[in-house]
């Protein structure tokens, strides 16, 4: 609010020369210069793309290379079987919204049960949250299929499949922690930061690579992993997860048997992506800390 504010009062007209201040302006032309004014603040503070890139978003194309088993013999299958299904009426973006929509419905149940990220939801909304994870999964596997399936694949598709993605991976990162009693501490901000951060890196590689590299283990066993999670949780109760195995001579919740691996595992990918950027910039001579 207070920046919005600021670009309020500092508003300059478009070819650079200082705005009139309201001391300079008759009575009636106050209103309309606020108009202007609130108008020019509201397009600069939420752009999204600014005007320069415009011209390569639209030369973007997508190129992926997905090495995960499980996507391969198993989910490609089964999401080729489905776009079939889907009238060729159906826009690809309105595909994304709807799944992206599904998590956000699922992400609010949740909250309205565990509003401190802690403690029992009914076994019914953790079942729910597998299944609207499920939507969620089938529909941003497919609508990149029904793009190519229509003739419509772009540019903004994508961009608005990864901005929907971003989002998500906040909302299921939020919600496996709650589900597991992590809370809203220290160990849940880093795993969430780890995992945020993990998938700006990816779509850093992307852009300075052109190709989106997914590893043997991926989104895809991530997102079956929090199906069945949430099944379990359901199933068992969150108790399930703050019970205790012997290790190395340690207590381990088994949360934590599965928390730390995954945060390792981003991890890993993240310096794997960085590499590849390393690389790239070195085999085009280009400085990589540019």
């Not at 478009?14 to 108008?39: I, N, V, W």
């Not at 499980?70 to 826009?91: C, D, H, I, N, T």
């Not at 609207?132 to 694949?153: E, S, V, W």
């Not at 540019?155 to 809370?183: K, R």
Request: hydrophobic fraction near 45%; glycine fraction near 6%.
């Amino acid at each position: 609010g207070l920046l919005l504010l600021r670009k309020l009062t500092d508003f300059t007209v478009e070819h650079g020369q200082p705005a009139l201040h309201r001391s300079d302006l008759r009575p009636e032309d106050t209103s309309e210069h606020t108009k202007m004014a609130a108008a020019s603040a509201f397009s600069s503070f939420f752009t999204y793309i600014h005007k320069d890139s415009l011209n390569n978003l639209y030369r973007y194309q997508y190129h992926g290379s997905d090495k995960s088993i499980v996507a391969k013999y198993l989910g490609q299958p089964f999401w080729s079987y489905v776009v079939e299904l889907m009238p060729r009426s159906v826009a690809p973006n309105m595909l994304t919204l709807i799944g992206f929509v599904f998590m956000v419905i699922g992400f609010v149940l949740q909250y309205t049960y565990c509003p401190e990220l802690m403690g029992e939801a009914p076994s019914w909304v953790y079942n729910l949250l597998a299944l609207f994870l499920f939507f969620y999964q089938t529909l941003d596997a497919i609508d990149g299929k029904q793009a190519r399936r229509t003739n419509t694949a772009g540019p903004m598709g994508e961009l608005f499949d990864h901005g929907c993605d971003a989002v998500t991976t906040t909302l299921l990162t939020i919600g496996t922690l709650t589900s597991m009693q992590v809370g809203g501490g220290v160990y849940a901000t880093t795993f969430l930061l780890i995992m945020l951060t993990v998938f700006y890196v990816t779509q850093w590689d992307e852009y300075h690579t052109a190709t989106l590299e997914l590893w043997y283990l991926n989104v895809t066993e991530a997102q079956l992993f929090s199906m069945s999670m949430w099944v379990a949780t359901g199933h068992y109760g969150i108790a399930f997860w703050l019970q205790t195995v012997q290790l190395f001579g340690f207590d381990i919740l088994y949360r934590d048997l599965i928390l730390v691996p995954s945060a390792l595992l981003a991890i890993a990918t993240g310096i794997s992506s960085i590499w590849r950027v390393f690389r790239y910039c070195q085999n085009n001579d280009r400085s990589f800390l540019q």
